[in-house]
């Protein structure tokens, strides 16, 4: 019986799809799994280097080639690549990303196996930076070892988990609407696991996520109105999904992304949305007087309006200047 579903997700990453591939075949297990590579339409040869692998190691790697690309940022190929997985659990691998150690596989399979309640577990990782920035773990020492639903939602958006650092029990992810709108998948996903179950911390450092242009951490455009919404979307999503448990905290992080609407490049010459905007913004986060001035004076008032009081609340300056 195949313990382990590996799916690596991929598009266009020709230049890394090897290392990853490599990277789950050199695991060191005393289990069979099985390695599904999806590739969401690539047209960089990402493909020859799939099928290769496939040649040379036909009981381990099983391409999953789409005849279009599905888009979303890579939801639908995850959804259509998890769909043949006979894995117990999950390892997801996005196609930029490597493991670092042949035991990865092991370790979390053994820590679920003795965590049975568990939804998931992840282990630490190393951010790379393609401009040759110093690498740096992604998370601290003191790092929380069992996470609940409480660790995942906040005022402002949570991060901790590597896509490469996570396994989870198959079976236990489901896609509402809300989800399959999102641009991003890892936070849904952690959310919708996190109803299922704690999930599990195990120190080691075994894997490494590639920040670079060709992924998809770059795409998230905080002055972009289109990921702005998408973003206020998925969060409204979240605050349904988890019965608005946490709905003071979940407005304020979805008021964020309101107040970063109001500077989205879309609006910067458009006067009218932008201010219709803003007195949302303020009634949607009521925020003190002081912001609410600031939104006013910002957003809201005619810049000829700003203009003038201007020049009257100048003018006795001037005056002086001039006698």
Known sequence: MTKVSVTILTYNQVAFIGQAIESALNQITDFPYEILVGDDYSTDGTRDVILDYQKRY???????????????????NTIETLKLAKG???????????WTSPHKLQKQVDFMESHPDFSACFHNALITYED??????????????VIGMDDLIGEDEIWFMATSAVMFKHGLIHYPEWFLKSTSGDIPRYVILAKNGPIGYIPDTMSVYRKNHAGASFKDHYRDARFLSNRIM???????????????????N????????LDARQYGRSYFRRAGLAVHYLQYRRP?????????????????????YSFFALLPHRLRRTT
């Open 88 to 98: 117990k659990y999950i390892a997801p691998l996005d196609g930029d990303d490597y």
């Open 288 to 308: 003190d007087q002081a912001e609410t001035r600031e939104i006013f004076r910002d957003y809201i008032l005619p810049k000829w309006v700003v203009d003038i």
């Open 132 to 145: 040759g920035s110093p690498a740096r773990e992604v998370n601290a020492p003191d790092q929380k070892q």
């Open 234 to 252: 998925m969060y409204e999503g979240i605050n349904a999904e988890t019965r608005h448990q946490y709905n003071s905290l979940l407005r304020k």
């Open 58 to 76: 036909p009981d381990k790697v099983k391409p999953v080639l789409h005849k279009t690309n599905l888009g979303q940022n890579g939801l639908f």
């Open 254 to 261: 979805i008021a964020r992304y309101h107040r970063m609407m």
